[in-house]
């Protein structure tokens, strides 16, 4: 088994350079890589991601992150984005709430191990909510407010679900 530390090191203009330690010593099994990150709309304001682990006993979690754009997302320390969820090891998915509607959200996800080190271990991927727009005619009307209400009443938040669909619905159709 191989073990390993990530240093930052810094060169300075004038010669030299400064290091400094960014995690703890963790195991090679750390490294191990997710696969299939995806986001799913579920609703004008919802998505759901899901991602594959491989169960590693040390694995301690997962922290699932989301901004508006790919840039707004680096290592697992830094730019950290919005935090959607802290989930434990077992977990592979979770939904996003309060999102706006059509929309772009982009994604990833980072490993937190039992020494508490964080790595980001799935490339940013993307999601677009749904338009209010359900019918596909390019008009916000009755037929897609009903659309909704039907959607949230299936919805164990359907009350937060029906204000945020009220409040994106006034915002499309004033525009």
Known sequence: ?????????????????????????????????????????????????????????????????RAANREQLGDCGENPGTIVAEVSAGEVSVVDRDLL????????????????????????????TLDMDANGDGIVNAKDLLWILNSARKDANSQEVLIEFALDWTTKVGQ
């Open 101 to 128: 509607s059509d929309t772009v959200y982009y994604y990833d996800i980072c490993l937190v191990d039992d020494q508490g080190n964080t790595l980001r271990l799935e490339n940013t991927f993307a999601g677009r």
């Open 1 to 65: 088994m191989y073990f390993y530390r990530i240093y930052e090191v810094s060169l300075n203009k004038g010669g030299g350079s400064t290091v400094r330690q960014l995690t703890n010593t963790f195991d090679g099994r750390t490294l191990a890589k997710l696969a299939n990150g995806r986001a799913e709309a579920l609703s004008q304001t919802q998505m759901r991601v899901t991602w594959e682990s491989d169960n590693d006993p040390n694995t301690l979690g997962f922290l699932v992150r």
